[in-house]
């Protein structure tokens, strides 16, 4: 099992920062990748972003240049600050892991619970 704590939701005003954190627990061998996912209501979840064990990223089109994703491996973290933030940003945030629990198990996925985002224009 693993456990994913997610931190800094809130309400912010338009044109304003929030930066949000998940810390992963329990059974972790290696963590693959780690990502951020959101839903709006009456919407799917979508991604926001992702990062790998190497630091490479991806990002949604709609938040480019505006959210940056960092991890810190030793530390099984995951961080996304955004700036620039506008109402459609709205939406719950959660935070998503791919690992291992040892070398030969079989990957998991593991969701956070998620952390509101609101965005007051």
């Known amino acids: 099992q693993v456990q994913l704590v997610e931190s800094g939701g809130g309400l912010v005003q338009s044109g304003g920062s929030l930066r949000l954190s998940c810390a992963a627990s329990g059974s972790i061998f290696s963590i693959t990748v780690m990502g951020w996912y959101r839903q709006a209501p009456g919407k799917q979840r979508e991604l926001v972003a992702t990062?790998?064990?190497?630091?490479?990223?991806n990002y949604a089109d709609s938040v480019k240049g505006r959210f940056t994703i960092s991890r810190d491996n030793a530390k099984n973290t995951v961080d996304l600050q955004m700036n620039s933030l506008k109402s459609e940003d709205t939406a719950a945030y959660y935070c998503?892991?791919?690992?291992?629990?040892?070398?030969?198990?079989?990957?998991?996925?593991?969701w956070g619970q998620g952390t509101q985002v609101t965005v007051s224009s």
């Open positions: 990062i790998t064990s190497g630091g490479s990223t």
């Open positions: 998503k892991v791919i690992g291992r629990s040892s070398w030969s198990s079989p990957q998991y996925q593991y």
